[in-house]
């Protein structure tokens, strides 16, 4: 992807074996599970995803009471049966959102060339052969966002270190696949 040694490099990273502590069990079965799910067809990644969703839902009572706090701030006239049904929606997309950061992990280009239907845009900032700054809203699908502009542009990005070892090797090799020049805390 590099076409100059001109070009920001990536942090590479390493597997080490203090990854493969019981520590990091649950992280590896769950990215193993992750991993299993998109090899689905999207219909029902998405499905299991808000299944997902609901269950971190009620496994997550501190995450849910954040989440309904920073709904009543943003929305002070919805009433609480709104609400409810927000936090629940809110839940679900971030099940989906944990099954597209598996499709941008580790979906093939060819897959994800197909979920992009306008590239217009992009396309024009590209042809300028000028440096720009895209910035993304945070969400759910973020990490999707990211890899479909990295189908179109060469893309860097930043990040922050996670405090998972696991987490941070998975996210960082992902990454350095479609991205250039990624800058961390």
């Known amino acids: 992807m590099k076409d100059s040694k001109n070009e920001p490099h ?16 649950l992280t590896w079965l769950g990215t193993g599970f992750l991993y299993v799910l998109t090899l689905l067809p999207i219909q029902i990644q998405l499905f299991l995803g808000g299944q997902l969703g609901s269950i971190l839902l009620f496994i997550s009572p501190q995450r849910k009471n954040i989440t309904q706090i920073n709904l009543q701030l943003c929305f002070p006239n919805k009433t609480q049966i709104e609400l409810e049904k927000m936090v629940k ?58 890899r479909i502009i990295s189908r179109i542009l060469r893309v860097g990005g930043m990040y922050k270190t996670q405090t998972n070892k696991v987490m941070n090797y998975l996210m960082i090799k992902a990454r350095n696949k479609y991205l250039i020049g990624t800058v961390t805390n």
């Not at 990536?10 to 069990?25: A, Q, R, W």
């Open 10 to 25: 990536n942090n590479e990273v390493k597997l080490e074996l203090s990854m493969f502590s019981p520590s990091y069990l």
């Open 89 to 146: 929606e809110v839940f679900k997309d971030i099940g989906k959102g944990l099954i597209e950061t598996g499709i941008a992990w580790w979906k093939s280009d060819r897959f994800i060339d197909k979920l992009i239907n306008k590239k217009s845009n992009f396309e024009q900032l590209d042809s300028n052969n000028e440096g720009c700054l895209i910035l993304l809203k945070h969400s759910t699908h973020a990490e999707l966002d990211i």
